[in-house]
Each structure stands twice: as structure tokens, then as C-alpha cells.
């Protein structure tokens, strides 16, 4: 039986030889945030029993914990409804109780999520605490090629974001199954294009929960930062070479056209890539100790470790050694190419730099097991791009984007162990570290994307009117629509909307910044079906100019929203 480490070593050597050849990915518009109700109308919601109904109103996230965390989850679901996410909490105790017929707990909680899905119409889904209290569901991955072990029984949680068909079509005990050429199995029915956008807490007891809620709760009220993006890239070294340095740069030259960043790179033989410093565990934990806004993380690894040397003699970081970090204010989130960066149930790199009691980060994206380096790398590139090119307003969101991407869902296992093993730990709202846009390239890119874009003396104004991203079964009732203008001659944004037919529903037109919080409410009062409009003269609820930034222009009815974005500078 071949090591773990030795797997993954084994795996980023035959995508040396046959390299992935990435394709320029097509522009999509990106998902709902959700469906707000307005922050000031606290969710009643019904209480931790049956299934969801369309009587109980409209949600936009769920928390599915153990009886033993409620009390800790509860407080992250008030924080969430505060800022405007209406979000409702259930135990896997109740929905054990609610749904009998389920084959085993995990396809109870997808059961769950489906109604959730169909009657509240949420966007987002958290896994409030790791194995064993929730349980992630094992995809039989076959038909690997032979330097991997033949059979991979992959942890995802892709099985509860993807809503669609039956991931155990053929009623055996593999779920998750392609058809079989060979063997004459007939494979499952498993959905890989998500509905959800889903994050696990990797917490297990009181104590951790209430660390982590803590931490995700002051990364959810943390006020936008003017400041330049601080970014931390890390490369470590395979094969004798620094091989995972040219995916860094590539990284930075995205960042840097995206955003003002200053960005910090560890590599090993740092001595061939100028202005890099030398990768160590002491440069790595210092690297991580400044607190960066997002830090990436290419190089392999195993269970519990980050390699920053894979090739004998090993030089690999333990995860016990991320717990002691102590960057306080840092709010970061992490991607990881490196292997087996969120294996559930084990104190893995993720598990690490999330729980870790001072510093760390708030959340972490990577996979479960083994790595495909090409194909991981390219996951990371679409990744990047959906955050800082899309705009794509939460992790959870842009991870979803990534996934309908036609090139990462073909049916073929070496790219199902990317698309189905990147896990997200952490919460899958929190805003996407993706700085401020500059005025040059915020321009070019949303004017490519958008209806309309507008320049004017000190401000410009960019819009794209978003439409739900992906099918929903309530996708032919009327919709809220709005549109914005720049009105030249006063600076102020125009906002027009049209009311769908749900009278009675409040209306909430209010400017939110990137971090969530409420800049500004623009109306509010009890809608009626037909057109609106409302003007935002760019200031604050203090009547102050705001800084220079995006900008999102909710217009919110009952369950029902559309968001315009405004660039403003
Ligand atoms: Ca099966
Ligand atoms: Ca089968
Ligand atoms: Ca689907």
C-alpha cells in the first residue's frame, strides 16, 4: 500500500507528463446572493421540526448542525439575518425525524436540502460541524490511472449542493458511481452542477463551535478595507524544481490586473523568481502571521501536512504547527492546491488554519484526498477568476461558478476528484477577498459584461442587472427586475425596478458594500405590483460620500431579489 504523501506525488507526476491544457473559460453572469429579506424585519421562520414549506416564507441559507452545537450556530444564523441573509437552523436529529426514508443520514440532510431548496429558495447551505456529527458523503471514483490506487472512496460535499438525480441510481452500495465499460456497471445518476453553494464547519465540540462562530461572525462585520489587498502565495518544491512556482505568478498576474494588491511570495528556490522569498516552515508561519486578506497555497501535502519540499528528504509543515497562530485581526481565507487540505475527520491543513484559536483564517477551499496538479491548478485559476475577473460577491458563490464550468464536469474520474473533492470549510456567504477594484480595469471589465457602463467626471458607474444564475422550480413566477442609469447632470444612480405580482410583500431597496453591511436603504415599504424607481445620490446613511469601491444596489421583495452593482471612484 503506497503512502499517502507518495499518492499525491505520484499523481503530480503524471500530470507533469500529460499536462491539462486549460481553455479560456466563457463569461457567466453570476448567482443570487440569496434572498435578504430586509435586515430590519428579523426572520420568525418556523422552528427545528418537519419539512420546509412555502408557508414558512423565503430563506436564503441553512444550517444543519448537531443538537449538541445549536447554541453556537444560532448566534452565526441572527448575525447572518442581521445583515439581511435570512438564514434557518436545523438538527440532523430533526431531520432524521422528518425524513424516515432516507437510505443513510447524508441522503436525509439532501432530502432536506432539496425542499429547502424548492419551498424556502435558499442559496447557501452549511455544514455546521465535521465527521462524525455530520456526515460527508463518499463518491466511488473508479477508472483512475494505475500510479493511483485503482478505487477512491472520495469525501465530498458536492453531494449536498448538487440537488439533481439519484446519486445511488443503481440501489447498491457505491454511491456517486460512472458506468463501467469494463465490469458492465451501470453507474449511478449523480448530479456534479451544483444548486447550492455549501461550507462545513470543521468543528466537533461546544468549544470549537464557539471559536468559530466568533471568528466568522467578526469576519462578517468587518467594515470594508480601502487598503491594498494583501495577498500571501506560496510554492513549495516537487520533483527537484520549484515546479509550482510558474502557477503562483500566474495567480499574481491575475490578482494584480484585478485589484491593488500587495502580495507577499514564499517559493522555494526563491533565488530563480525575483523579489520571492525563500519558502520555510519560519517564513511560512510568518507569511501566515501578517494576516493576509487571502493566502494560496500550491505544493503538495498529505493527511495533516502541507509539503513544502516533496521530494527526499521531505520538508513538510504539520498541521498542529497552523493551531498556535496569532494574527488576531486577520480575517483571511485560504485556497489550497495540496492534497488532502480538507480530509474530514483529522486535524488537516484546513482544519487547522480554521480552528486555530487567534489567527489562522476564517475559511478554507481545497481538496479531500488526492490531487491532480494540473487539473487542481486550473480549478484554482477558475476560482480566482470568478472572485476577482466575475465578481462574484461570496466564496460559496464563486466556488459554485467554477463548477459550471463545462470543462471541470465531463465524466471522467481524474476530473471528478477535483470538481467533487474541493471542499469549502467555513461559511459559504462570506464576502470574497477580492479587493477594490481599479478604476481601469473595473471599467474594462464590467463594461464587457454589462448592459451599460457609464463615465463620468469622478464617478463611474457600472451595472450588470443579475438574473438567477440557474434553474429554480419557482423560475416562472414574475421576478423583480430593476435596471440603473447614471442621471450626468446631478452624479446620482437612477435605480427603476418592477414589483412582481406578490403584493403585499415589503420592498427593500437598499446600497450594500462588499463585506455585506448595509450602506445605505433607499425605500422601503410595502410593495405593490408595478414599476419604481429610486435615486442614490452615492452617499452613506451619514449623508458621507462613499469610498471608492463596489457596491451592490439590492432591490429586495418577499424572497424575490435583483442586484445591480455599482463601481463607484
Ligand atoms: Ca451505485
Ligand atoms: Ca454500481
Ligand atoms: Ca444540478
Redesign the pocket.
Known amino acids: 500500500m503506497k503512502s499517502a504523501l507518495a499518492r499525491t506525488l505520484l499523481a503530480t507526476w503524471i500530470c507533469c507528463a500529460l499536462p491539462f491544457v486549460s481553455q479560456a473559460s466563457g463569461r457567466i453572469e453570476p448567482a443570487d446572493t440569496g434572498d435578504p429579506a430586509p435586515a430590519t424585519a428579523p426572520d420568525e421562520g418556523p422552528g427545528d421540526v418537519g419539512k420546509p414549506a412555502p408557508a414558512d416564507g423565503p430563506a436564503g441559507m441553512v444550517i444543519v448542525t448537531d443538537a449538541s452545537l445549536v447554541a453556537q450556530f444560532r448566534r452565526l444564523a441572527s448575525t447572518h439575518e442581521r445583515l439581511g441573509l435570512v438564514t434557518r437552523l436545523r438538527t440532523l436529529q430533526s431531520i432524521r425525524d422528518a425524513y424516515p426514508a432516507g437510505r443513510d443520514d447524508a441522503e436525509r440532510i439532501r432530502l432536506f436540502l432539496k425542499d429547502a431548496r424548492a419551498n424556502w429558495g435558499i442559496e447557501f447551505a452549511f455544514m455546521g460541524g465535521d465527521e462524525p456529527l455530520i456526515p460527508m458523503r463518499r463518491a466511488?471514483v473508479d477508472q483512475l490511472p494505475p500510479v493511483t490506487d485503482p478505487v477512491i472512496l472520495l469525501p465530498t460535499d458536492q453531494y449536498y449542493a448538487c440537488l439533481d438525480g439519484d446519486?445511488?441510481?443503481?440501489?447498491?452500495?457505491?454511491?456517486?458511481?460512472l458506468p463501467n465499460m469494463v465490469t458492465g456497471?451501470p453507474?449511478?445518476d449523480a448530479d456534479v452542477v451544483p444548486e447550492l453553494c455549501v461550507g462545513r464547519a470543521p468543528v466537533t465540540t461546544r468549544q470549537q463551535a464557539q471559536e468559530f462562530v466568533d471568528k466568522t461572525v467578526r469576519t462578517l462585520e468587518r467594515s470594508m478595507s480601502s487598503d491594498p489587498l494583501d495577498v500571501l502565495l506560496v510554492a513549495g518544491a516537487a520533483l527537484g524544481t520549484t515546479f509550482f512556482a510558474p502557477q503562483a505568478e500566474a495567480a499574481k498576474a491575475l490578482i494584480d490586473s484585478a485589484t491593488a494588491a500587495s502580495i507577499a511570495r514564499l517559493y522555494r528556490y526563491a533565488a530563480s523568481w525575483p523579489g520571492a522569498e525563500p519558502l520555510t516552515e519560519e517564513s511560512l508561519l510568518a507569511g501566515l502571521e501578517t494576516g493576509p486578506e487571502l493566502s494560496i497555497l500550491f505544493g503538495s501535502g498529505g493527511p495533516g501536512t502541507f509539503a513544502l519540499e516533496a521530494n527526499p528528504p521531505l520538508i513538510e509543515v504539520p498541521a498542529e504547527d497552523l493551531l498556535g497562530l496569532e494574527n488576531r485581526d486577520s480575517f483571511g481565507h485560504a485556497v489550497a492546491l495540496s492534497a488532502y487540505t480538507t480530509q474530514p475527520g483529522i486535524l488537516s491543513i484546513g482544519a487547522a488554519l480554521v480552528q486555530a484559536r487567534r489567527g489562522g483564517s476564517a475559511s478554507v477551499l481545497g481538496p479531500t484526498d488526492i490531487e491532480f496538479v494540473g487539473v487542481s491548478n486550473h480549478y484554482i485559476e477558475l476560482y480566482l477568476e470568478k472572485g476577482f475577473v466575475e465578481h462574484a460577491a461570496t466564496v460559496g458563490e464563486a466556488m459554485r461558478a467554477v463548477l459550471h464550468e463545462p470543462d471541470l464536469v465531463q465524466p471522467f474520474s481524474i476530473l471528478r476528484l477535483t470538481a467533487l473533492g474541493n471542499t469549502l470549510l467555513g461559511d459559504p456567504a462570506l464576502p470574497f477577498p477580492a479587493g477594490t477594484a481599479p478604476p481601469a480595469a473595473a471599467f474594462a471589465k464590467v463594461s464587457a459584461s454589462g448592459p451599460g457602463a457609464w463615465l463620468d467626471a469622478g464617478v463611474t458607474t457600472a451595472l450588470t442587472a443579475r438574473r438567477p444564475a440557474f434553474s429554480r422550480p419557482d423560475a416562472g413566477r414574475d421576478r423583480a427586475r430593476a435596471s440603473a442609469r447614471l442621471d450626468r447632470a446631478t452624479g446620482s444612480l437612477e435605480i427603476a425596478f418592477e414589483r412582481p405580482r406578490s403584493a403585499g410583500s415589503l420592498l427593500d431597496v437598499s446600497v450594500i458594500d462588499l463585506s455585506g453591511r448595509r450602506v445605505r436603504q433607499l425605500d422601503r415599504a410595502t410593495a405593490r405590483a408595478g414599476t419604481g424607481s429610486v435615486s442614490w445620490d452615492l452617499r452613506d446613511a451619514d449623508g458621507r460620500r462613499v469610498r471608492p469601491g463596489l457596491y451592490f444596489v439590492r432591490v429586495a421583495t418577499g424572497g424575490d431579489q435583483q442586484v445591480v452593482r455599482a463601481v463607484v471612484w
Open positions: 466511488y446519486w445511488n441510481a443503481d440501489g447498491d452500495d457505491r454511491w456517486g458511481e456497471d453507474g449511478d
